[in-house]
């Protein structure tokens, strides 16, 4: 069984289903609202686990009812809560979303995630060193992704870094990442480039190897040498939401069985998630990604 640590964030999102987007000032009755566990850590530590995987995540909820909402989910999904910091005082990290007209409108507030602090990844360095892979996202302070590479080299284990939301990194850091998981446009503001840039250039200029997702086409890796296509599974879409977030987990714990045969478990793992409503609702399990290839 792979070991798997997730290092992000912990969402409540509260979404709103609607005819349309109000205006502003204006009131309208909306069709549906929901609330659904999110966060890009969350999501990915979750993933990981009915994938099979031994999992921790390392992050951190308010003390508030969502706290606590968010704390047992994870806890019935089998994964590791023994880092994830209640914030005393403190609000869990919201998504507020409107879906609307085939859109959505998306506000997101931290809270607790920005407390996620390089001491606290300190602090669950004995996890982080009994881990086969470890996994980060860029939705908590930058200074903690950073600290999460830089535990993870002097450790030697290999940290996927997912640049999303993304913004410019210093090359330093990309470095210190054993995989970097963007989709194009991902990249190229990661690099500081034209996002119109062929792909395949921008794959070679990475600091770090790249699996890069394109979406119902699949993926794109490169170690060394030129960039290797893994094709998509054709499935009918319901809902995209978290099939990145799948793609991920899925890497990260298939990885020991070598990059090649890991990308085609996350381009299956991630088709899948596609065919469900929700983001970890529809998250695959282990017996449902071997039924599937």
């Known amino acids: 069984m792979a070991r798997v640590v997730v290092v992000g964030s912990i969402n409540m999102d509260l979404v709103t289903l609607a005819p349309r987007f109000a205006l502003p000032g204006e009131t309208i009755l909306g069709d549906r609202f929901l609330t659904v566990h999110g966060g890009k850590g969350a999501n990915q530590a ?10 921790a995540l390392i992050g951190a909820v308010g003390d508030d009812v969502f706290g606590t909402q968010l704390h047992d989910g994870l806890t019935h999904e089998g994964v590791s809560t023994e880092h994830v910091a209640r914030i005393a005082n403190g609000s ?18 931290p809270g607790a995630n920005a407390q996620v602090m390089p001491a606290q990844i300190e602090r669950a360095q004995s996890t982080l060193a009994s881990a086969d892979a470890i ?10 992704v ?23 990194l210093p090359m330093e850091w990309l470095k210190l990442a054993r995989y970097l998981t963007p989709n194009q446009h991902e990249l190229a503001i990661l ?6 840039e062929d792909f395949h250039a921008l794959m070679q200029r990475a600091p770090a190897p790249v699996v890069l997702t394109r979406g119902g086409e699949g993926a794109w890796y490169r170690e060394s040498g030129e960039p290797v296509h893994q094709p998509g599974f054709e499935v009918k879409v319901v809902d995209t939401t978290g099939a990145g977030d799948t793609f991920n987990a899925a890497l990260a714990v298939f990885l020991h069985e070598g990059l090649p045969t890991a990308v085609r478990k996350a381009c299956a793992a991630a088709a899948l998630s596609v065919t469900r409503l929700g983001a970890q609702g529809g998250m695959p399990t282990r017996t449902e990604l071997d039924a599937f290839l």
């Open 135 to 144: 996994l980060v996202q860029m939705e908590i302070p930058l200074e903690s």
């Open 191 to 196: 690099l500081g480039a034209d996002a119109s």
């Open 146 to 168: 950073e600290a999460t590479l830089r535990i993870g080299q002097r450790l030697g284990k290999p940290v996927i870094l997912n640049p999303a939301p993304a913004q410019k």
């Open 92 to 109: 869990s990290g919201t998504a507020s979303i409107t879906v609307a007209e085939g859109e959505n409108h998306i506000i997101v507030v």
């Open 46 to 55: 979750v993933a990981a686990a009915r994938l099979g995987a031994d999992v």
